[in-house]
């Protein structure tokens, strides 16, 4: 009984596939006016015509192969990158996954209206099964837009993390040859790799010979921290420049002192002011301090 039931079932399907083939055009069109792909698709109807085709040839396809409760059936495959650019383009205009759904429910309907007279000959059951298989495939493809929306929304915020470490962590020229890193906040290993990126393009396209890694802004430090300072000042070192790391507080050189952390090899100063001096003498620059305001030159 369960395999007459399945081939009745793959029967249904198949009728469904070539209802979606004949009627491409009629659900095509009115599909364009929905606001899932009117809101996507402003500059042509036209477009949004030709992206509706594309959805309902891949609904066929699904339909034809007996999938039609799978959301990893092939015939998804060819427009799942169309529906994720809808999906993350519906998400950038403040929808959620659950009102972009909505708006795929309401894609069912218009197929449905032109579905009922396809069948209306047909017997009461099998009318039925035609609509239930219709109804199942159109909930299909409703998890696929969820499915594509939330890998949107995750790929929109990992960009924005990456923004804003990038924001968070500016590179800056100091002098002629000499760039500097000034760190806030605290240090992990998705940022500490941003800040040992940045810092080794500036000094590619700076072409610095010394780069200054000033930690004042940087609360705590702890084992992990401070071997991201030393790759990041062993990587400086391999494009020809030397690193100085800056900004080291009583309580932070404590706490290095008691992790058994050396820091030997790295030039260290108490301030971003006294390493760029060391920089700038390195240099051959002589900096000397000036006169207070308000009293006379010795």
Do not use: N
Not at 82 to 97: E, P, V, Y
Not at 171 to 198: C, F, H, N, Y
Not at 215 to 222: E, H, K, N, S
């Amino acid at each position: 009984m369960q395999v007459a039931d399945r081939d009745t079932a793959d029967e249904v399907a198949k009728e469904l596939g070539g209802f979606l083939e004949r009627r491409r055009e009629q659900i095509a069109q009115r599909w364009a006016d929905a606001p899932l792909f009117r809101t996507v698709f402003t500059v042509s109807r036209d477009e949004a015509v030709e992206a509706c085709k594309a959805v309902v040839d891949a609904l066929a396809d699904v339909a034809r192969s007996g999938r039609i409760e799978d959301v990893q059936a092939p015939g998804f495959a060819t427009v799942r990158d169309q529906l994720g650019r809808m999906a993350a383009s519906r998400t950038q205009a403040g929808f959620s996954s659950s009102q972009i759904a909505g708006e795929v429910a309401g894609l069912r309907e218009p197929a449905l209206a032109l579905l009922r007279p396809e069948f209306e000959d047909s017997s009461g059951e099998h009318l039925e099964a035609c609509l239930l298989a219709l109804t199942v495939l159109m909930g299909t493809l409703r998890l696929v837009v969820m499915e594509t929306s939330v890998s949107a929304g995750e790929e929109l915020i990992a960009r924005q993390q990456l923004q804003l470490l990038e924001v968070a962590t500016p590179v800056i020229k100091l002098w002629e040859g000499i760039v500097a890193v000034p760190l806030i906040g605290t240090l992990d290993s998705a940022r500490s790799q941003v800040v040992m990126e940045s810092l080794l393009e500036a000094i590619v396209d700076q072409r610095a010979r010394y780069a200054i890694l000033d930690i004042t802004g940087v609360p705590t430090v702890d084992s992990l921290v401070a071997q991201h300072l030393m790759k990041t000042v062993a990587a400086a070192r391999l494009m020809g420049a030397e690193c100085i790391v800056s900004g080291i507080r009583p309580a932070i050189a404590q706490t290095i002192v008691h992790l058994g952390i050396d820091l030997g090899t790295i030039v260290t100063r108490a301030g971003l002011a006294d390493a760029l001096a060391y920089a700038l003498t390195e240099q051959g620059i002589v900096v000397s301090q000036g006169p207070a305001r308000g009293g006379s030159p010795r």
